[in-house]
């Protein structure tokens, strides 16, 4: 539902006929677009992922990771090696998170620089416009 929810938010409907939709933010701290690869075990990276069914977070920093994902409650998919799971918000809260490694770590995502993936028709000017919000 909370995915739903983030859809609608922006005006937008899934995509005709797709039984399936994806919206995938990738963000880096580079200087530059974000890069689609990228090594866990040096890069610091998050991610965002919302799909029709679930949506999650991952963040990669000196070495550790943390991948969370969101169906009915939060659980964590793989490793927890930043313990996030406890933190977890909302997903309309995703920006308090971000703001909270960011602090935690002394990094910055470049959020116009993002990296965005998704099958959604004229969806990606809103979430790069979202993602200045949070």
Known sequence: M?????????????????????????LDVIDGP??????????????????SEEWGFFFCHGGRVSWIRITDIPFVHGRDEHQLLKQTPALPDIGKLMH???????IRFNRPQALIRTNIVAAEPLIRRWLQTI
């Open 34 to 51: 974000a890069r689609t690869e990228y090594d866990e075990a040096v890069d610091t990276r998050f991610h965002i992922d919302i799909y």
């Open 100 to 106: 909270a490694v960011e602090t935690t770590h002394g």
């Open 2 to 26: 909370a995915a739903s929810a983030w859809l609608t938010s922006f005006g937008l409907n899934p995509p005709p006929g797709a039984l399936r939709w994806h919206a995938e933010i990738s």
